[in-house]
């Protein structure tokens, strides 16, 4: 009778030398397996590389600053339209002059790229992405620049976004489009770990799908940049056209989106109780005054 092997174990062969040299000796044991496990939403970055220090490297390519400077036309036009009291942008400190598009008074910057802060900036504190240390419905503007492709929570980075707005506020996401050109790039140097390559990629249609779970209402989508991924400045210089080109013939290969979400809460709207007048009592066979029916005849009337 043949037994099956219970699916955590799997069988090993040891192979003992005896001591005179004689001869070897084998052993038959089981060994339990052991699996490992990967996080459904983690990047392929090379291990102990921080992607927010590298993503900064990467901006100061000649690619990157095409991409930057293409972001922030984006972000002048967007921002420049939201208000109110306090926004927040994650990410690091490099990138906080997308702030200046905005006018709302009061711009803080959270640095979620570890360690100490390169010194005491007005407005700057450290925290985690999935844990915003802000109290609920106290921010008005939360900017996201390319903060889902790199984190291995994108969910609880949203559900936090959504606790921290008020009612009427913003979200406001730069991310990178899995259905550009750039894909090809990512499939070929994504497997080395390298940025942006090696960020896990979202489509807007999924970070819309994921907001309007949280109650989210999205009102802004654009997508931007159509120009191949080369690092030379005369090259990139000369594809240009391609930016006019896609904007008006294939607006969803853009290699970068914006995103804006209004945080909707919905209200209960109260439902005034109809207060019927009591009849009067009248005694039994006596006829109610009606429009039709009324009690004094008007023949007799001078």
Known sequence: MVKRLPEDRKPVVIIIQTGDGNGTHLAFGMRKRTKRHRQPYASRCAPGLNPW???????ATPLG?????TEHGQLGEVLGNLFGY??????????????DHSRVSR???MDIRGGVCDGEE???FRGEAPALPVRGDSLDVVLLPHVLEFTSSPHEVLREVERALVPEGH?????????SPW???RWTLGWRGRLPWCGRFYSAARVRDWLALLGFEVTVLRHYFWRLPVQH???????????????????????????????????????????????????????EPTPRNPTCSTENAP
């Not at 220090?53 to 901006?59: P, T």
């Not at 306090?86 to 702030?99: D, E, K, N, V």
């Not at 406001?172 to 899995?178: A, D, E, S, T």
């Open 233 to 287: 400045s005369g090259i990139l210089h000369r594809l240009a056209f391609l930016d006019r080109l896609g904007r008006r013939l294939w607006p969803i290969l853009g290699a970068g989106y914006v995103l804006v979400a209004r945080k909707r809460v919905s209200t209960l709207t109260p439902i005034r109780p109809r207060w019927r007048p009591r009849r009067a009592l009248r005694p039994a066979g006596v006829a």
């Open 53 to 59: 220090q590298a993503l900064d490297r990467w901006y």
């Open 65 to 69: 600053e095409e991409m930057l400077e």
């Open 107 to 109: 711009r803080l910057l």
């Open 171 to 179: 979200v406001v996401i730069l991310g990178f489009n899995p259905l």
């Open 86 to 99: 306090h926004l927040l942008q994650l990410g690091s400190p490099a990138q906080r002059a997308f702030q």
């Open 183 to 185: 894909q090809f790039w």
């Open 122 to 124: 007005p407005g700057l």
